[in-house]
């Protein structure tokens, strides 16, 4: 079969950090016109792959061509001049200033007319009504510093789509977007790709969308190509992940690293002072729900709704139209580490503002919530075996103890925040979105992980963007409308995804 012009093609990519090498000779092309599924375990490469093909990272091998022109090391400068856009996977914008201004920000350097408020605005307007008309006319004059990360998220895609890129480079765009955005998404790069020929490169662990959006896939593993442009017509799900080395049954070894890990006792002895018997009730025009210990609670809807309950149990934000009371008693935190002291833990997807400690090392960010419990601000000697061991019981491939959170993969740093919780056993976990970015393999092990803590004792209140996931995990899920407004409670045995598609005004 005669070989189409390929818009890019990189061969045999070499790129190490230090003494990990991350890309062994890695090769992936892609055609004008179509969307390339790039798919691989979490840490297999992919992020280090789109930051080394839109200027980001420097490669130490391989050769790239774009458009059948040899790039040399002038890839920044291909970026630069609009042909390639990319959406990374840790969100890029400027927190101080506004939607517009980010958005106009990339062009206005281009362009040599003169900066107007007036043209950032109305560009940005452009770019984010391909996605949402509503949300373009109420968020561009806003800081992006208030935005919340599924807002920002937006924002940085818009920004993309609007750049008018013959490449578009997408790593995990849609972690943390509703079904119903990930549905305009996906029509926008398809009205674009009819009209322009773009070419976009698509990085997700949801296999469904995949599906949905994509033509063809390379698969990467151990740093090489496993798969190299399949049609995805003609692979099973079960090839994929096979070929992404995750076919091993993961839930006995899931179940197994949940074991260790709660056997990693705070030496101390952590007080929480949830008890037992305690009974958290929650309560908002009509719809009540009991979140008892040892059930999984879902929360379903646009992030409205289910952001200020999950604010309202950790203290993030002070008043709202919750009741939130246990044992009868109104239940109110002045901060997080109040609600942690008393035995409430958090995860959250939004790994860059709500977890992760990127100044500090990987040692400090696995005991963080410990300290926070034992209102203590010095190291311990045992936390670096406290360390050691958790990392090795959910399997975190980490340079060192002593690295930074940054050299981590994206799904493994999610793993780090949830082996924050485990040696604590919290009464009430909350989770938003916790599986935000991780792997297949990841998934089961994380799922394992929180049925554990549930079956012994902790109540867990959790909110996916992914009904699946809803289904497949929680006893009783709360739903909300796009206001925000709960709209009723679903028993286990009533939730699949068409209720909740109907009870939360998304489609699935
Ligand atoms: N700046 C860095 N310094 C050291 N190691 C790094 C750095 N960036 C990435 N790595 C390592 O490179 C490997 C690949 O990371 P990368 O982020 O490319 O994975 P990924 O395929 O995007 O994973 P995920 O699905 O979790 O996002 C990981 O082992 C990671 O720890
Ligand atoms: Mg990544």
Redesign the pocket.
């Known amino acids: 079969m005669a070989q189409p012009p390929f818009l890019l093609s990189a061969r045999s990519i070499v790129k190490s950090?230090?003494p990990?090498t991350?890309l062994r000779g890695f090769d992936l092309s892609i055609a004008p016109g179509e969307v390339h599924a790039f798919l691989?375990?979490?840490?297999?490469?992919?992020?280090?792959?789109?930051?080394i093909i839109s200027g980001q990272h420097e490669r130490d091998g391989g050769t790239l061509e774009f458009d059948g022109q040899d790039l040399g090391a002038s890839v920044a400068a291909h970026v630069d001049a609009g042909a390639i856009a990319v959406v990374n996977?840790e969100l890029a914008l400027l927190p101080h200033l506004s939607v517009a201004e980010n958005i106009a920000m990339p062009r206005l350097r281009r362009a040599t007319r003169m900066y107007s408020e007036r043209s950032s605005k109305a560009l940005a307007v452009d770019a984010l009504s391909l996605i949402d008309p509503h949300f373009a006319r109420e968020s561009v004059g806003r800081l992006v510093g208030e935005l919340t990360l599924h807002e920002r998220q937006l924002v940085e895609i818009a920004r993309a789509l609007g750049s008018g890129a013959r490449l578009l480079l997408l790593?995990?765009p849609t972690a943390n977007l509703t079904a119903a955005e990930t549905g305009r998404l996906f029509a926008v790069i398809r009205r674009l790709i009819a009209d322009t020929g773009l070419a976009v490169l698509f990085?997700s662990?949801r296999m469904r969308e995949i599906r949905q959006i994509a033509d063809v896939c390379t698969i990467?593993r151990d740093g090489k190509t496993a798969v190299d442009r399949a049609a995805l017509d003609a692979i099973t799900d079960s090839e994929i992940v096979e070929c992404m080395g995750q076919s091993v049954e993961p839930d006995e070894h899931a179940g197994a690293a949940a074991a260790d890990a709660m056997q990693i006792k705070s030496e101390a002895g952590a007080t929480l002072s949830l008890s037992q018997g305690d009974a958290i009730t929650i309560e908002q025009a009509g719809i009540r729900v009991e979140i008892r210990r040892g059930s999984i609670v879902g929360l379903a809807g646009a992030p409205t709704g289910p952001s200020a309950l999950i604010n309202a149990l950790t203290g993030l934000a002070a008043g709202n139209d919750w009741d939130v009371r246990r044992n009868g008693a109104p239940m109110r935190y002045a901060s997080p580490s109040a609600a942690a002291r008393d035995g409430v833990g958090f995860i959250s997807g939004d790994r860059a503002n709500k977890g992760i400690l990127e100044t500090l090392p990987i040692v400090d960010n696995l005991v963080a919530a410990q300290r926070i419990v034992e209102r203590r601000s010095v190291a311990r000697n045992q936390e670096v075996q406290q360390g050691t061991r958790l990392l090795e019981a959910l399997n975190i491939?980490?340079?060192s103890l002593w690295?930074l959170p940054?050299?981590?993969?994206?799904?493994?740093?999610?793993k780090l925040l949830v082996a924050r919780w485990l040696p604590l056993k919290p009464k009430l976990l909350v989770l938003e979105e916790p599986t935000r970015?991780?792997?297949i393999r990841t998934k089961r092990e994380i799922y394992a992980l929180i049925r554990k803590m549930a079956s012994q004792g902790t109540a867990v209140v959790w909110w996916s963007t992914e009904y699946v996931e809803l289904v497949e995990l929680c006893d009783t899920v709360l739903a909300f409308d796009l206001d925000g407004h709960p709209t009723g409670v679903l028993t286990h045995s009533d939730v699949n995804e068409t209720r909740l598609a109907s009870a939360t005004g998304m489609a699935a």
């Open positions: 950090f230090g990990t991350v691989g375990g979490n840490g297999a490469g992919k992020s280090t792959f789109i930051k996977q790593d995990e990085v662990h990467i491939r980490a340079g690295d940054s050299t981590l993969s994206g799904g493994t740093q999610q970015g991780v792997d």
